[in-house]
């Protein structure tokens, strides 16, 4: 289930799921992600309050690029070009990934102690970017609790034929993903990464209820703000 707390009197989201490592997500009030220049200070706030929170110096994070390419955190290393997974094993950093409308999942080996954050578009769901992270991993499905974030929504998410045929094809139900309205077809994004984690072995998800369109006052959304450079993030720290 889905709560809100709050670090130095801001929102976050937090899944009661996995309580085993830190792991929230951003809002609007606690936005460490931002090209927009008058949001430098409010950034480079939050970014420090979080810091101290979980007992880091920095935040990594990679460069996205709707990719499926995958790479474990390394002491020392900052940069992680052309990523839209990171795996943490490590208690020394702490990662985080950035979203405006695409899924965040975020995934906790509970033998292993390792996490990871997928970002997960249409893109990255069609390449099943969740379940070759677990792989990645070296973890057994049934190890995984797995937290989808919030995302935009099968209320506000129309495709094109194209995109539909793609993700359709990634799972062996499609039943309940997808409804049409007139000439149009919405899909759920966040149901499908559900459903591949589920088929591949993973029973224990938790199912973020907010869509970033339609709960735009409390995250961003790339759809309904008109290509904003604004993201809330997924942050993970080992303990």
């Known amino acids: 289930m889905f709560y809100f707390d709050k670090i130095s009197g801001k929102n976050i989201l937090k899944s009661d799921l996995i309580t085993e490592i830190e792991n929230f997500f951003t809002t609007r009030e606690t936005v460490i992600k931002s090209s927009e220049p008058h949001m430098d200070n409010v950034v480079a706030d939050n970014k420090k309050f979080i810091c101290d929170y979980l007992g880091v110096e920095e935040l990594i994070s990679p460069v996205q690029t709707h990719s499926a390419n995958i790479h ?17 094993d490590n208690k020394k950093q702490a ?6 409308d695409c899924t965040p999942v975020i995934l ?34 049934c190890d995984i609790l797995a937290v989808i974030g919030p995302a935009i929504s099968i209320c506000c998410y129309n495709v094109g034929k194209d ?3 793609q993700l359709k094809a990634t799972v ?23 459903r591949q984690l589920n088929e591949f072995g993973v029973e224990k998800i938790d199912i973020c209820p907010y869509c970033t369109c339609c709960d735009n006052d409390i ?18 720290k080992l303990r």
Request: hydrophobic share 40%; charged share 25%.
């Open 172 to 194: 062996d139900n499609f039943d309940g993903l997808y409804r049409q309205q007139n000439e149009e077809v919405f899909v759920d994004l966040k149901g499908i990464n559900a």
């Open 95 to 100: 990662v985080f990934l950035n979203f405006a």
């Open 163 to 165: 995109v539909f045929e």
């Open 219 to 236: 995250f961003f959304s790339y759809r309904k703000e008109n290509a904003t450079t604004n993201r809330h993030s997924a942050v993970i």
């Open 108 to 141: 906790y080996d509970k033998k292993l102690h390792t996490a990871a954050i997928c970002h997960a578009g249409w893109r990255g769901t069609v390449q099943q970017i969740v379940v070759k992270t677990i792989r990645k991993m070296n973890s057994n499905p």
């Open 72 to 88: 474990y955190t390394n002491i020392g290393i900052r940069d992680y070009q052309d990523t839209d997974a990171l795996i943490l």
